[in-house]
């Protein structure tokens, strides 16, 4: 019977079909029998058997809640770029004043060795064995960063079975990892109080069998158990109210949480799809008509998927913390691993693993990134939630929820999802092993802790796992989220773009069409040619040719250096606020749809003007002005540093490219 069939989540968006297709339970305890043995059975079994510990991940004792004591450390590979570290620097300092003697930083040397560490050599190279997380050997939260192919998804959720661990990847971008470090340390800081609002956002596209099961079966019952925590307060977008404009209220938008919960179909594309890395995992909406609709359609364009360029870049996204119940919503390995059968050789889904682009882009936001995405690396398996014959089976979320809301960081609530993943992988290997020797099993039995097993693995935190959720406390009132304007930021920037169009300005004018590129220098060398940039023509005198390329280089850099200069000449920082960041827009120099809160105005002499921003009862908004003192020290070290960067270059470029 088709009601038997068990449907799993993800839908290939190049072919408008199921990633798995519907299968008995018969016929899924075939792939199952072929399963692996966890190559850490044997720690997953004392996890499994130490489950009577207060702390499920740090050892007795130690407080989760606290830094101080349970501690925190970052692990980069060996061979990271130190620009990585650099940016990150904010938060490196937040959390080694936080835990004290209990931080730790894991580089060069006693970073993850690419290619030669595992979780058992990284360990033991630190000190530390199977057995709860000791935070005097290694400390209980660890950040990795970096990809997973520097880092593997393996050695992550192998350590995630001791410790709280989360990954941030950002590539090679310094400022994406730079905006994520100043998200967390300006939440932290106290200046960021959010209303205690938690969404759900539950997908049940028509003849979906299994969106159906996770709104009806997943989102319902975390609603129902919430309804009775009344500091809270829950909004729920479910059914015909999941579309696609919604979800992009509840990401950015004036619509945005403390904490959102979605449960949908995960976007999943072939390998050599041009939309596979920057899409998978992009989370299917109720546009989509479903299954039966979409047959023959063929690929599901973005109208119905919200991916991470859907993110306005003004969204502010302080704050937040997501639980996205999606296949790849956390990210996707390099092989499948629908069942290390045996008799079957991996296969290839991907060029090489990598994390999803939707978090991604949500902690790295230049509108103000979110704090952390729990996801699901590979396949979230939909059916781990509904047991044959005995209804929704949900624990395990609801226990991580109350801990988020109960103040837990994010690493310490998903603990559950850790346990459940030890004490499942522990029966289902003794139930395997039985089966060898003849055990007759219900096969549906089989596939409900197979895929528990699974599902539970896979989840992994996209953030730090020591972020927590910045509510106020109960009945007292909300701080908008902060907007702040970095002038100095974009000053830098736009200095960058404008030097480098000058360059290629100058070299494009003299490397006239058919002639040698500027980069093969002319067989005999004179004083006056540089690099293919000639001072003057060499065949006609200047009022003949006119001033050649260098010079007019030299005539465009000194405008620009005056220009620069003149800009320079007054620093200018506003801080403004919005409560509704869709209405806002940058125009003309300020933002339209946002209230000015403080401004600074400094010349380059010194003098300074101010004006400081008063709470309702006419007293100074310290928190609001903390955070607009720090904008204005930013600009300054910017503007330093910009004036300094401009007149070196100009001088360089003056000396190399200057006649005789």
Same mark, same amino acid.
């Given at each position: ?568 000449? %007054? !620093?200018?920082?506003? @801080?403004? #606020?919005?409560?509704?960041? =869709?209405? $806002? ?6 933002? /339209? +749809?946002? %209230? !000015?809160?403080?401004? @600074?105005? #400094?010349?380059?002499?010194? =003098?300074? $003007? ?6 309702? /009862? +006419? ?42």
């Amino acid at each position: 019977m088709a009601n038997d069939l068990l449907y799993f989540n993800g839908i290939n968006g190049a072919t408008g079909e199921y990633g798995l297709p519907p299968m008995s339970g018969e016929e899924l305890s075939q792939f199952i029998q072929g399963e692996a043995e966890p190559e850490n059975l044997a720690e997953l079994r004392f996890r499994h058997e130490s489950t009577h510990q207060e702390h499920f991940g740090v050892k007795e004792g130690v407080n989760p809640k606290s830094l101080a004591e349970s501690g925190w450390g970052v692990i980069f590979a060996h061979d990271a770029d130190p620009a990585i570290k650099e940016a990150l620097t904010p938060l490196l300092k937040l959390r080694q004043e936080q835990a004290e003697e209990h931080f730790r930083l894991y580089e060069k040397g006693d970073g993850f060795r690419v290619g030669k560490d595992t979780k058992g050599g990284f360990l033991a190279r630190h000190g530390a064995g199977p057995g709860p997380a000791n935070p005097d050997k290694v400390p209980y939260y660890l950040l990795i960063v970096g990809s997973p192919e520097k880092i593997p998804y393996r050695f992550q959720s192998q350590l995630d079975v001791q410790y709280a661990v989360g990954r941030i990847d950002f590539g090679d971008d310094v400022h994406a990892y730079d905006n994520y470090a100043r998200s967390v340390v300006e939440t932290e800081s106290g200046r960021v109080k959010l209303s205690r609002d938690i969404s759900f956002f539950g997908v049940a596209n028509d003849d979906d069998r299994a969106t159906q099961l996770s709104a009806d079966q997943l989102v319902s019952p975390l609603v129902e158990h919430l309804k009775g925590n009344a500091d809270w307060n829950i909004n729920t977008f479910l059914k015909d109210a999941a579309q696609k404009h919604q979800l992009a209220q509840l990401l950015g938008g004036d619509q945005t949480p403390a904490l959102l919960f979605t449960a949908s179909h995960g976007m999943e594309f072939p390998m050599g799809d041009s939309r596979q890395l920057p899409h998978q995992g992009a989370l299917l909406c109720q546009d989509w008509p479903g299954p039966n609709a979409w047959k023959g359609k063929g690929a599901i364009p973005q109208d119905y998927y919200f991916a991470g360029d859907d993110l306005s870049s003004n969204a502010n996204l302080l704050g937040l913390l997501g639980f996205f119940f999606a296949c790849y919503g956390g990210g996707t390995p390099k092989f499948d691993d629908f069942a290390k059968q045996a008799f079957k050789d991996r296969v290839e889904i991907a060029p090489h693993a990598f994390t999803a682009g939707l978090p991604t882009r949500m902690l790295s936001n230049p509108g103000g990134g979110a704090l952390a995405v729990v996801g699901h690396v590979e396949r979230a398996w939909g059916y781990s939630f509904v047991w044959k014959d005995a209804g929704p089976q949900t624990t395990v979320f609801e226990s991580t929820l109350d801990r988020l809301l109960d103040g837990h960081p994010v690493g310490s609530a998903v603990e559950y999802l850790n346990e459940r993943y030890a004490e499942l992988s522990t029966v289902l290997s003794d139930e395997l092993e039985e089966m060898e020797y003849g055990k007759q099993v219900d096969p549906y039995e089989l596939a409900g802790m197979w895929t528990a097993n699974n599902d539970a693995r896979g989840y992994t935190i996209i953030g730090d796992p020591a972020v927590r959720l910045p509510v106020t406390k109960a009945g007292k009132k909300a701080k908008a989220r902060p907007v702040i304007e970095l002038k100095s930021l974009q000053s830098v920037e736009a200095t960058t773009a404008t030097v480098s169009e000058l360059v290629s300005a100058s070299t494009d004018e003299a490397t006239p069409e058919n002639e040698t590129s500027p980069s093969s220098p002319p067989p005999s060398f004179n004083p006056d040619q540089a690099f293919g940039l000639l001072w003057g023509s060499s065949d006609k005198s200047e009022a003949e040719g006119g001033p050649g390329p260098l010079k007019q280089f030299m005539d465009r850099l000194g405008s620009f250096m005056v220009k620069m200069l003149d800009d320079t000449t %007054t !620093l200018e920082v506003d @801080t403004y #606020v919005s409560q509704n960041m =869709d209405q $806002v827009e940058y125009k003309g120099g300020k933002f /339209d +749809g946002a %209230t !000015l809160r403080a401004a @600074t105005r #400094v010349t380059l002499d010194g =003098d300074t $003007v101010l004006c400081v921003p008063q709470d309702e /009862d +006419g007293d100074i908004d310290t928190e609001l002005w903390a955070i607009h003192t720090e904008a204005v020290r930013q600009a300054q070290a910017g503007r330093a540093e910009l004036v300094k960067m401009a007149i070196e270059a100009g001088t360089s470029l003056f000396n190399l490219f200057r006649p005789g």
